[in-house]
């Protein structure tokens, strides 16, 4: 066996002789370690266009609208100790007392109060072509939709599939639980 593996990697050799008994296996073996070893060789001038591909993934499509407030309180919602106050444009609230499905570029903001501190802010956004992102019984139209902590930095690592799970249900209400009473705000 050390025969075949001659040339090309002594730690290897080495490794591979004490650690694997290889006996009978040698021609097969010596075509997939040439395979991995070029495999391996060929990671260093791959590494970074996959942290590069990486960063660009990680990035939320979904970014903090730090001008909401500014646009139109349209409910308070109370359930308990838990009160979400929502927030959009007079141009959705516009579209929505027609009936219309909400305009792409609609950005809905919640803040979230747990015992009347700010818990978080939910923001759900509409851009075309963003649902084809999700299977099937995921998709939510063309909505996103984001977690952010009071400090308006993106929570890593929330599950945001919860989200478009449960607004799936409102379908026939462009996928916003709130669209009625965007209604009523006009």
């Not at 010596?30 to 960063?55: D, H, K, S």
Request: charged fraction near 25%; proline fraction near 6%.
């Amino acid at each position: 066996m050390t025969k075949i593996l001659t040339g090309r990697c002594g730690s290897l050799r080495v490794f591979l002789r004490l650690n694997f008994p290889l006996e009978g296996h040698a021609e097969r073996l010596q075509g997939g370690i040439r395979r991995r070893l070029i495999q391996v060789a060929a990671l260093p001038a791959a590494f970074p266009a996959l942290l590069l591909t990486n960063a660009f993934a990680a990035e939320p499509k979904v970014v903090f609208p730090s001008e909401y407030a500014q646009g139109k309180h349209y409910a308070s919602i109370v359930r308990g100790d838990t009160r979400e106050e929502l927030y959009t444009t007079p141009e959705v609230i516009a579209a929505a007392s027609r009936g219309e499905p909400l305009p792409e570029g609609t950005v809905i903001t919640m803040e979230d109060y747990r015992n009347n501190q700010l818990y978080r802010y939910v923001v759900m956004e509409k851009r075309k072509g963003w649902g084809q992102a999700h299977p099937a019984e995921l998709r939510t139209g063309d909505w996103e939709f984001q977690w952010f902590n009071p400090d308006r930095s993106v929570r890593p690592g929330e599950n945001l599939d919860r989200c478009r799970a449960c607004h799936t249900s409102q379908a026939g209400n462009d996928y916003v639980f709130s669209y009625d009473r965007m209604k009523e705000a006009n």
